[in-house]
Protein backbone atom coordinates (compact mmCIF):
# COMPACT_ATOMS: atom_id res chain seq x y z
CA UNK A 1 0.00 0.00 0.00
CA UNK A 2 0.62 3.77 -1.04
CA UNK A 3 1.25 6.31 1.74
CA UNK A 4 0.31 8.53 -1.10
CA UNK A 5 -3.58 6.96 -1.10
CA UNK A 6 -6.12 9.82 0.32
CA UNK A 7 -7.22 7.04 3.04
CA UNK A 8 -5.61 3.22 3.80
CA UNK A 9 -7.19 0.70 5.95
CA UNK A 10 -5.35 -0.97 8.67
CA UNK A 11 -5.76 -4.62 10.03
CA UNK A 12 -9.22 -3.76 11.95
CA UNK A 13 -10.74 -2.43 8.47
CA UNK A 14 -10.36 1.26 10.19
CA UNK A 15 -10.16 4.20 8.05
CA UNK A 16 -7.20 5.64 8.19
CA UNK A 17 -5.69 9.12 7.57
CA UNK A 18 -3.08 9.51 5.03
CA UNK A 19 -0.15 11.42 5.15
CA UNK A 20 -1.79 13.80 2.49
CA UNK A 21 -4.15 14.31 4.32
CA UNK A 22 -2.38 15.65 7.61
CA UNK A 23 -0.03 18.04 5.42
CA UNK A 24 -3.73 19.12 4.39
CA UNK A 25 -5.24 19.65 7.53
CA UNK A 26 -1.96 20.72 9.29
CA UNK A 27 -2.06 22.94 6.46
CA UNK A 28 -5.52 24.75 6.84
CA UNK A 29 -5.18 24.71 11.14
CA UNK A 30 -1.74 26.68 10.60
CA UNK A 31 -3.99 29.30 7.89
CA UNK A 32 -6.42 29.85 11.45
CA UNK A 33 -3.46 30.95 13.44
CA UNK A 34 -2.34 34.36 14.26
CA UNK A 35 1.18 33.94 15.30
CA UNK A 36 2.10 31.66 12.66
CA UNK A 37 -0.20 32.01 9.41
CA UNK A 38 1.96 33.89 7.43
CA UNK A 39 5.62 33.21 8.78
CA UNK A 40 6.65 30.35 6.25
CA UNK A 41 5.45 28.21 3.29
CA UNK A 42 3.35 25.27 3.17
CA UNK A 43 5.94 23.02 1.72
CA UNK A 44 8.36 23.26 4.73
CA UNK A 45 5.16 22.18 6.59
CA UNK A 46 4.85 19.27 4.15
CA UNK A 47 8.46 18.48 4.30
CA UNK A 48 8.74 18.50 7.67
CA UNK A 49 5.87 15.88 8.44
CA UNK A 50 7.13 13.64 5.63
CA UNK A 51 10.40 13.87 7.66
CA UNK A 52 12.50 15.40 4.98
CA UNK A 53 15.24 17.82 5.41
CA UNK A 54 13.73 21.40 5.72
CA UNK A 55 15.21 24.92 6.07
CA UNK A 56 16.11 26.02 9.22
CA UNK A 57 13.00 27.88 11.20
CA UNK A 58 10.07 25.81 9.46
CA UNK A 59 7.05 25.40 11.79
CA UNK A 60 6.71 21.75 11.63
CA UNK A 61 3.07 19.70 12.39
CA UNK A 62 3.67 19.41 15.89
CA UNK A 63 4.10 22.83 16.67
CA UNK A 64 1.11 23.83 14.22
CA UNK A 65 -0.81 21.64 16.39
CA UNK A 66 0.80 23.12 19.69
CA UNK A 67 -0.08 26.52 18.88
CA UNK A 68 -3.53 25.30 17.87
CA UNK A 69 -4.54 24.16 21.37
CA UNK A 70 -2.74 26.94 23.01
CA UNK A 71 -5.08 29.46 20.58
CA UNK A 72 -7.99 27.62 21.51
CA UNK A 73 -7.65 27.84 25.01
CA UNK A 74 -7.01 31.75 24.40
CA UNK A 75 -10.12 31.71 22.58
CA UNK A 76 -11.52 29.78 25.48
CA UNK A 77 -10.13 32.54 27.86
CA UNK A 78 -11.49 34.98 25.90
CA UNK A 79 -14.46 34.32 25.94
CA UNK A 80 -14.78 33.59 29.47
CA UNK A 81 -13.74 37.20 30.10
CA UNK A 82 -16.33 39.15 27.64
CA UNK A 83 -19.10 36.85 29.46
CA UNK A 84 -18.07 37.80 32.92
CA UNK A 85 -17.59 41.66 31.36
CA UNK A 86 -20.92 41.33 29.55
CA UNK A 87 -22.57 39.67 32.96
CA UNK A 88 -21.15 42.67 35.30
CA UNK A 89 -22.77 45.17 32.60
CA UNK A 90 -25.67 43.67 32.62
CA UNK A 91 -26.37 43.48 36.38
CA UNK A 92 -25.25 47.62 36.60
CA UNK A 93 -27.94 48.99 34.13
CA UNK A 94 -31.84 48.58 34.16
CA UNK A 95 -33.46 45.86 32.55
CA UNK A 96 -36.14 47.55 30.71
CA UNK A 97 -33.52 50.28 29.44
CA UNK A 98 -32.58 51.10 25.94
CA UNK A 99 -28.72 50.12 26.66
CA UNK A 100 -30.51 46.87 27.70
CA UNK A 101 -32.84 46.43 24.85
CA UNK A 102 -29.47 47.02 22.80
CA UNK A 103 -27.80 44.46 24.38
CA UNK A 104 -30.56 41.74 24.33
CA UNK A 105 -30.67 42.76 20.20
CA UNK A 106 -26.89 42.22 19.66
CA UNK A 107 -27.08 38.42 21.55
CA UNK A 108 -30.24 37.42 19.40
Not at 61 to 80: F, G, M, P, W
Request: proline share 2%; net charge positive; charged share 30%.
Amino acid sequence: MSNRRSSRQSAGGVSRISDDQIIELVSKLRQLLPEIRNSRSDKKVEKKIKGLTTSPGAVSASKVLQETCNYIRSLHKEVDDLSDRLSQLLATIDADSAEAAIIRSLLM
